[in-house]
């Protein structure tokens, strides 16, 4: 392409940098990939024209090593660096030793980056320039009792949040004068322990905010345009969980005072490229200004599908020195063509406070692509979830002409998915895309901790019994299928005891299938073969006729009423999805049980595999329930584990600084 790069590094990994490549492929740019010593085998390794070894495994030693990255892109040749989102992306010491060695850096200027640096410095920049920001403080003069009285002048409830803070540390709500001292001393400790320094700002709390972003875009000939919103209220943590565009809080009188203000705010830092305006909105259509992030964002698909548009290649042409598309700079807003939605698919357990998981993805079965939906991904089948970086699997876009159909396109998209080794929030994911407060548009920032409950199965849910029928005959059928081709490799194909349908001499012969299901065993005792069985299980019995899987799609008539769901079935796990939920099962031996004993109780095991940070005990220590024994760090998190009974410790297994397996066992105390 004329004036564009002929060769650009991607500094980041998986889905990030696969998505970078797939445009610079299209307009016919070479790509050079970096790879810690985890990520050797990786997709983003496997699709760049070229690929770099940067270090090792952890973050820190290699994709955080902006001399190293640097290093590689001068001999491969690269003429930029595209640093994606995440780890250098907002690195203004890197933008400019990027710039420094004669290599263009994709984003914002190391100017416009200092300047959002700093929250209390932002908010000030952004009162200058007649942005709206929350009433607070942001003073140098961090003494208790000013900040108390500044308090009381802001009023209750407010926020306490770390000056330099960021990801949800260092952040406190006060609800009430006599609450303020204990939470401002508490955010402080955490601010030093975080980021080394304790400066805190007040600010308003927004009651049940939401929280609405706008794409904005500058170049160098001065354009500055804005790309219209995006909602991200739907948040667990403060970390998003389903984003979409255009927000359906936004109307078009506010749409246009908003998309004002954060092309204001992009002007005040002379910004240049894709960036991110991000606003805190009140119910009664009130916004203020929280930050811009000095990149591309992570749900930046949403904003492609509805105004067809590249953002990765814009990116390229503004870096190049091209002036934005004359047609983008004309209008002052630009109409949003139907609705997209964005989730994000983890490795992480919702059941187990959404611990994040690691593994090889033994099976991953996603949607496939259409002009209704797109997958961003960064790992395919067999691929390996690594503890080191963040467990995303894949992200999941929709689009269609109106919110409520591109919900159902949603869930549709993801009842087409399935993944089997680490554990993943899809199942979550179904609950939240079917909830009131999603489909009703009505949620808020703080909505998910409020009620995560309300999106999570409860201990006394039950399967279905046409669903644990239906499951039972998909493994039917499959023996069924299968056993003469097994036969076939045999001495005697034509025997009759290769035959899998309950067939015996005299009598008509019974099977026993066995499922598990969230750690419930069941045990199905069959009769009957071809698709007509009578199934009976705990006192239940059902009736199934004329069964039948095709395409993966189950049909039966179970106790006399026709049923239809999605299933699939493999040696070793079998899906029942009847549209609304899915059912997962383990397909086990009929007879080879024994009931899991051992001594939970006795022993602390590591819930995944990560690295031990620290040990807080030696054998001989008595220990009180739930006392911190050691704590390990895993997918970018520090974990607790904790003493699950008092007693003494008999042993200790593992030491600072150690990469344990999951399931090791790390401590042991002494028998009861």
């Known amino acids: 392409m004329q004036g564009l790069f002929s060769k650009v590094l991607i500094a980041n990994r998986g889905e990030i940098a696969c998505r970078v490549i797939r445009t610079c492929r299209r307009l016919g740019i070479a790509t050079v990939a970096v790879y810690s010593e985890a990520d050797a085998t990786a997709q983003h390794v496997r699709l760049a024209d070229e690929a770099w070894p940067i270090g090792g495994s952890r973050p820190a030693d290699s994709y955080l090593r902006g001399d190293v990255i640097l290093a590689a892109a001068k001999e491969s040749g690269a003429q930029a660096i595209h640093p994606g989102y995440g780890f250098l992306s907002e690195n203004a010491d890197f933008a400019e030793a990027v710039e420094a060695a004669g290599i263009v850096f994709i984003?914002?200027?190391?100017?416009?980056?200092?300047?959002?640096?700093?929250?209390?410095?932002?908010?000030?920049?952004?009162?200058?320039?007649?942005?709206?920001?929350?009433?607070?403080?942001?003073?140098?003069?961090?003494?208790?009792?000013?900040?108390?009285?500044?308090?009381?002048?802001?009023?209750?409830?407010?926020?306490?949040?770390?000056?330099?803070?960021?990801?949800?540390?260092?952040?406190?709500?006060?609800?009430?004068?006599?609450?303020?001292?204990?939470?401002?001393?508490?955010?402080?400790?955490?601010?030093?322990?975080?980021?080394?320094?304790?400066?805190?700002?007040?600010?308003?709390?927004?009651?049940?905010?939401?929280?609405?972003?706008?794409?904005?875009?500058?170049?160098?000939?001065?354009?500055?345009?804005?790309?219209?919103?995006?909602?991200?209220?739907?948040?667990?943590?403060y970390q998003k969980v389903l984003e979409e565009a255009p927000s359906p809080f936004v109307t078009p009188e506010l749409r246009a005072r908003m998309g004002d203000a954060a092309i204001a705010a992009a002007r005040a830092i002379d910004y240049a490229n894709a960036g991110t305006v991000e606003f805190i909105v009140g119910q009664g259509g009130d916004f203020y200004f929280m930050e811009i992030n000095t990149r591309l964002q992570v749900e930046h698909p949403v904003t492609e599908l509805t105004l067809n548009l590249d953002l990765v290649e814009l990116q390229l042409r503004v870096a190049a020195g091209e002036a934005l598309p004359a047609s983008l700079v004309r209008n002052k807003s630009v109409p949003a063509d139907g609705h997209a939605i964005e989730l994000r698919l983890y490795a992480e357990d919702p059941a187990q406070n959404f611990l994040p998981g690691s593994g090889r993805l033994s099976t991953l079965r996603l949607p496939q692509s259409s002009r209704h939906v797109r997958i961003d991904g960064g790992v395919i089948e067999g691929d390996t979830v690594s503890i080191f970086y963040d467990p995303m699997i894949a992200k999941l876009i929709v689009w269609d002409r109106n919110r409520d159909e591109a919900l159902q396109r949603m869930r549709e998209a993801l009842a087409a998915t399935e993944i089997i080794g680490p554990k993943s929030n899809v199942e979550f994911l179904e609950r939240l895309v079917r909830h009131p407060a999603v489909t009703g548009a009505t949620i808020d920032t703080g909505y998910l901790d409020r009620h995560l409950d309300e999106f999570l199965p409860q201990a006394n849910d039950t399967v279905p019994g046409a669903v644990l029928a239906a499951a039972a005959t998909a493994v039917l059928l499959d023996q069924e299928n299968t056993a003469p081709l097994l036969a076939a490799s045999g001495n005697d194909p034509y025997s009759p005891w290769a035959r899998a349908d309950g067939w015996r001499l005299g009598h008509p012969g019974k099977r026993v299938v066995v499922l598990v299901h969230a750690g419930e065993r069941f045990e199905i005792a069959a009769h009957g073969s071809a698709g007509n069985y009578a199934l009976d299980w705990n006192g239940n019995h059902a009736s199934v006729r004329n069964a039948l899987i095709v395409d993966g799609c189950f049909s039966a008539e179970i106790d006399g009423v026709a049923r239809r769901s999605q299933t699939r079935i493999d040696a070793q796990h079998v899906l029942v999805h009847d549209g609304c939920t899915r059912h997962s099962f383990d397909r086990a031996a009929a007879f080879a049980y024994s009931a899991s004993g051992g001594s939970g109780g006795d022993r602390v095991v590591a819930p995944m595999p990560g690295r031990i940070v620290l040990t807080k005990v030696s054998a001989g220590d008595g220990v009180s329930e739930g006392q911190e024994l050691a704590i390990m760090e895993a997918m970018k998190m520090e974990i607790t584990l904790r003493a699950p009974r008092a007693g003494t410790i008999a042993a200790v297994q593992a030491q600072a600084g150690e990469f344990v397996e999951a399931d090791a066992v790390l401590i042991k105390l002494e028998p009861q």
């Open 107 to 237: 984003g914002p200027g190391a100017a416009s980056m200092r300047k959002m640096g700093s929250k209390a410095g932002a908010k000030l920049l952004m009162q200058e320039h007649k942005v709206p920001v929350v009433p607070g403080y942001t003073g140098e003069d961090q003494d208790p009792a000013l900040l108390a009285r500044e308090a009381e002048r802001i009023g209750f409830p407010l926020m306490i949040k770390a000056a330099h803070g960021g990801g949800g540390k260092g952040m406190r709500i006060v609800r009430a004068k006599q609450e303020f001292a204990a939470n401002l001393e508490s955010c402080q400790r955490e601010a030093k322990n975080a980021f080394g320094r304790d400066r805190v700002l007040l600010e308003r709390y927004v009651e049940r905010p939401r929280h609405i972003e706008f794409q904005v875009f500058g170049d160098r000939h001065g354009n500055i345009v804005h790309l219209n919103e995006r909602e991200c209220s739907a948040q667990r943590r």
